[in-house]
């Protein structure tokens, strides 16, 4: 008998065993798998040609004795022999052996009997526990009219050592050693879903298949299978519901009659149920992907409509040892509407290219997106919100927030796609999650120029816009275009809200809420500096809304005394109108921040602002009481402006309060400011007694004799009426000022060769303007400069004497009889003179007879205009007099 290997009884089909002793090389394996590929592409069946007790003699079994231990059985050697032939013998000898191989087939048959149909249960146990499937690949060959054509690669074993009951164990083993193989005939499985009331999810058509059962020996299998969708609708609804989190434990159940053969030993049909039970967390996640690329950019259609598209490549990640090519498809891109109960709104068109998907590797996917115009039901506004779809989803995306779009198939952009993938697809919408990403720096360089500053105006009503500080002021930005946006942008109209910041201090709220016309110049990337926009947008009467008095009192003190920049931090959320290629539309909330240099007032002082009175009224009188009105020109020393509706303000001398000022509706703009209207009211008696009469005295004798003196203003709660957080900011406030000079009127008389020898300050008032001295009847007149463009001041009283020298007395006057000084230059009546005869003075007067002199004065004198009355003490230098008879 011949050991040919190419004998019929010796040869194997679409299965190749492996040596527990040594592995197959890599070469052997790709051999095994190409020739089990054909042998299982083909179906090539193996009944007639596969001995039921072949046996390799290279491999040894699993867990049985080397291979060279081993001797072919006697069945098998009379089977060679009658087959190939052997010496010619005796009738005896060739008898005996033959007998002896019916015999032991005719026990294996009885053994396959016994195992068989005796004992299923026991061998089915035993498959089960011992079965062991390694897949190395899975790949769809090629997508068909019903389904897919896939191709399963993998191995095959039976490990006994699974088993948990030694009975069963030994029995399997015993029966698989017996059996060796066993073929399937092509068969169908269904499979099920029982939640879903037996849902037929698919159907498989497996080909034959011939696998080794004995006990660790490896079957390298490679089955081409046809995979048909089953129940569209309901695939539907279970993906929907795997998509929205609604599966938790999922049942799957396997059925299939598959006819069975070992050898020329046909095992019947068997029918196969298998269900296996999956935990919720067991099933597949939607696959976690990164975004690689992502450009947005302008494209004109075929009918010369601009457009937008963008590009996207995207790094799915693939846990699986699966591979396959995913045909061109497309896509809805959706978002939410105004509530999740409304139907999703169309966004735009995307498709992808063709994927290819090789195991365990990152899937790349290049999508293309268009958009041709923004659908107006994303751009209307909720009813609640009074934000429009859009603004929720890009106010997420600015914020840096995970936006949600929704991604449905549809029409697929070529035509050999099935159409059971379009139909599949086109029901299913899946949520995608789409990172945010900050846009903090978006706004750079968010600034306020030529700034305007206007007070509240205090009768508005609580809580209205002219109830708070305004400004006015031109808005810079530089607004950042990422990387991503490559089309024309253009910003129409800008609006914010915006808190403001002193020393990290919440100081208020400026209200930027009403749309302002934007000017915006485009920015080209330079060195490391990206695109932008350069917007300016001119803001007029914004409030400033204040929330902390006591941070607002220390930035109006840091303005005035600080001589330093006040620096304000300003944080916004701000509103741009865009022009694109879709229209208009807004974008929401995009995140500023920014910086506002306030200068100070001039040096840390207000001796910038140079108050001088033009002109002073007397508007009413009391006994200790002036109403006054005057017009007032100031200089502004500082660049910003400021309206003022309404402003009082105490006015005070060395600490003591004498009197308040009023002034309504001022607008100060930088540089020279004239003709201020200003209403004063003298009355030291009722803030501060007697105290205010002495300290009132006092201020103004010092002011009619020359001396610098100053005063003080201060406000206090009621500085801006309506307004008690205002005036409470601006209560510890105080300001010392020069005290404004009076203009007395130029003497028409005068010489002007005189006023070239007037060695008196030209800033100092003068009241009295000269003297005349008449000898023989001993009396003096006085030519008198009033300030009082309107007014007549009374001199009630007078006590005064003339020096010559400083220090040498001339005479005295004492006169107690009224009399009237009129506005402009007047002579006073002839007053009495007591004269020092014996002194140094009155000789120097005789000798200046016929000429002048300048003598020194000092006084006491009572003052008077419509009902007030003041005493005060005069003294003045240099005061020219003439000498006559």
């Known amino acids: ?49 596969t001995p039921l007790l072949s046996r390799d003699a290279g491999h040894r079994n699993y867990g049985d004795a080397p291979a060279h231990d081993e001797s072919p059985s006697a069945a098998a050697s009379s089977l060679r022999s ?118 037929l999810l698919g159907t498989a058509d497996v080909p034959p298949i011939v696998v080794d059962i004995r006990d660790g020996h490896t079957t390298h299998l490679d089955v081409l299978s046809d995979l048909a969708a089953g129940d569209l609708d309901g695939i539907r609804r279970m993906a929907n519901d795997w998509l929205e989190g609604r599966i938790g434990d999922l049942t799957v159940t396997g059925v299939a009659d598959v006819p069975l053969k070992s050898g020329i030993f046909g095992l019947g049909t068997q029918s196969l149920t298998e269900t296996i039970m999956f935990k919720g967390t067991e099933l597949p996640a939607i696959p976690k992907y990164n975004i690689t690329k992502l450009n947005f950019y302008e494209i004109k259609v075929p009918d010369g409509v601009r457009g937008m598209a963008a590009d996207v490549s995207l790094a799915l990640s693939n846990e699986y040892p ?107 919408t899946v949520p995608v999650p789409f990172p945010g990403k900050s846009f903090d720096n978006l706004i750079r360089n968010f600034s306020l120029a030529d700034v305007h500053f206007t007070l509240p105006d205090p009768f508005a009503a609580p809580e209205t816009p002219e109830a708070s500080p305004r400004i006015s002021a031109t808005v810079k930005a530089l607004v950042g275009l990422p990387k991503e946006m490559n089309f024309p942008i253009d910003i129409s109209r800008v609006r914010a809200d915006a808190d403001v910041f002193y020393h990290k201090k919440k100081l208020g709220r400026l209200d930027l ?69 879709l229209g208009k539309f807004v974008v929401r909330e995009i995140p500023a921040e920014g910086k506002v240099f306030v200068k100070p007032i001039s040096g840390g002082e207000l001796k910038g602002f140079s108050p001088q009175v033009g002109s002073l009224r007397v508007m009413d009188t009391t006994r200790s009481t002036l109403s006054l009105e005057a017009k007032i020109n100031i200089t502004n020393p500082t660049e910003y402006s400021a309206i003022v509706p309404y402003v009082n303000i105490k006015l005070l001398s060395n600490g003591t309060e004498i009197g308040h000022a ?74 010392d000022i020069p005290t404004p000079k009076l203009a007395p009127p130029k003497n028409p008389n005068r010489d002007p060769d005189d006023e070239d020898d007037d060695d008196r300050d030209p800033n100092v008032p003068t009241f009295i303007d000269d003297a005349t001295f008449h000898l023989i009847t001993s009396t003096a007149t006085f030519t008198l400069l009033s300030p009082l463009p309107y007014s007549t001041i009374t001199i009630t009283y007078l006590n005064a004497t003339a020096y010559y020298n400083r220090t040498e007395a001339v005479g005295t006057i004492l006169y107690d009889v009224p009399f009237e000084v009129p506005p402009g230059a007047s002579t006073s009546p002839r007053l009495p003179v007591d004269w020092d005869l014996g002194g140094v003075g009155y000789e120097a007067v005789k000798q200046a007879l016929g000429g002048s002199l300048r003598l020194d004065a000092r006084a006491d004198v009572g003052v008077g205009v419509g009902l007030w009355r003041q005493r005060v003490w005069f003294v003045g230098r240099g005061v020219g007099a003439r000498v006559s008879l």
């Open 322 to 428: 699966v591979k396959f090519t995913v045909p061109p498809l497309g896509f809805d891109i959706l978002v939410q509407g105004c509530s999740p109960d409304q139907p999703y709104l169309r966004l735009a068109d995307a498709t992808t290219e063709e994927i290819q998907v090789e195991p365990k590797k990152d899937v790349e996917v290049q999508v293309g997106g268009f958009l041709k115009k923004l659908p107006e039901t994303l751009l209307a506004t909720c009813p609640l919100t009074r934000k429009s779809p859009l603004d929720a989803l890009l106010g997420e995306y600015i914020r840096g927030d995970e936006t949600t779009v929704y991604v449905r198939g549809s029409k697929s952009p070529i035509g050999d796609t099935p159409d059971w993938v379009t139909a599949l697809i086109q029901s299913v």
């Open 513 to 581: 809420n009403k749309w302002q016309k934007a000017n915006t110049t485009r920015i080209e990337a330079h060195d490391d500096v990206e695109a932008g926009l350069a917007v300016e947008s001119v803001v007029k009467k914004a409030p400033l809304k204040i929330t902390n008095d006591d941070v607002f009192a220390d930035v109006v003190q840091d303005l005035i005394f600080g001589g330093k920049p006040v620096v304000l931090g300003v944080k916004a959320d701000v509103d741009v109108e865009t022009k694109t290629a």
């Open 1 to 49: 008998m011949s050991d040919n290997p190419a004998s019929p009884l010796l040869g194997k089909a679409g299965v190749e065993q492996s040596s527990s002793e040594r592995p197959p090389s890599q070469k052997s394996r790709a051999s095994t798998i190409s020739k089990d590929s054909k042998n299982s592409n083909h179906s090539q069946p193996s009944a007639e040609s």
């Open 82 to 199: 009658l087959q190939n032939g052997g010496p010619s013998k005796g009738k005896s000898s060739r008898r005996w052996p033959s007998i002896i191989a019916l015999t032991v087939l005719g026990l294996v048959l009885i053994v396959i009997l016994c195992l068989g149909y005796a004992a299923p249960e026991v061998i089915e146990e035993y498959a089960r526990e011992a079965m062991v499937f390694e897949p190395t690949d899975l790949s769809i060959d090629s997508f068909t009219s019903t389904g897919v054509r896939a191709r399963i690669r993998g191995d095959f074993t039976l490990d006994g050592s699974r088993v948990q009951k030694k009975p069963v164990r030994d029995l399997g083993r015993a029966g698989t050693w017996i059996a060796r193989v066993v073929e399937s005939k092509r068969s169908k499985v269904k499979v099920f879903l029982p939640e879903y009331g037996d849902l």
């Open 662 to 735: 009023t002034a309504r509706n001022i607008a100060v703009v930088p540089g020279p400011n004239h003709n201020i209207l200003v209403e004063a009211f003298w009355d030291p008696l009722t803030p501060s007694g007697q105290k205010g009469i002495a300290q009132g005295k006092e201020l103004l004798s010092q002011y009619i004799s020359g001396f610098n003196t100053s005063l003080t203003l201060a406000t206090h709660a009621g500085t801006i009426p309506h307004q008690p957080h205002l005036g409470k900011a601006l209560s510890s406030l105080s300001i």
